[in-house]
Nanobody
Framework: QLQASGGGLVQAGGSLRLSCATS????????MGWFRQAPGNQRDVVAT???????NYADSVKDRFTISRDKAKNTVYLQMNSPKPEDTAVYYC???????????WGQGTLVTVSS
């Protein structure tokens, strides 16, 4: 249901955009978000966006990352500006269906930030 892409190697201070495409019409999803998991760590929320466009960010990425959703392309994006080595992790997208709150996870995409 969710296909994440866009990960790779990026230098600190550069930029990278992650994409999460849904196989269903994005209208069917309520809150969507990006999470990340570094080796040995738990999976933590990075950013979320509700169907009305309300966004929330982890303090560590505020003012650097931007989450958005494109209804025409059924895709959620995470624009990563000025990434830091500590942003290195596998990034996962998550989406929750409106009508029954069932949650889907994407397969994860690895982001490596070099110093």
């Amino acid at each position: 249901q969710l296909q994440a892409s866009g990960g790779g190697l990026v230098q600190a201070g550069g930029s990278l955009r992650l994409s999460c495409a849904t196989s269903a019409n994005i209208f069917h999803f309520g809150k969507m978000g990006w999470f990340r998991q570094a080796p040995g760590n738990q999976r933590d929320v990075v950013a979320t966006i509700s169907s009305d466009g309300t966004t929330n960010y982890a303090d560590s990425v505020k003012d650097r990352f931007t989450i958005s959703r494109d209804k025409a392309k059924n895709t959620v994006y995470l624009q990563m500006n000025s990434p830091k080595p500590e942003d290195t992790a596998v990034y996962y997208c998550k989406a929750t269906l409106r009508h029954n709150s069932y949650t889907y996870w994407g397969q994860g995409t690895l982001v490596t930030v070099s110093s």
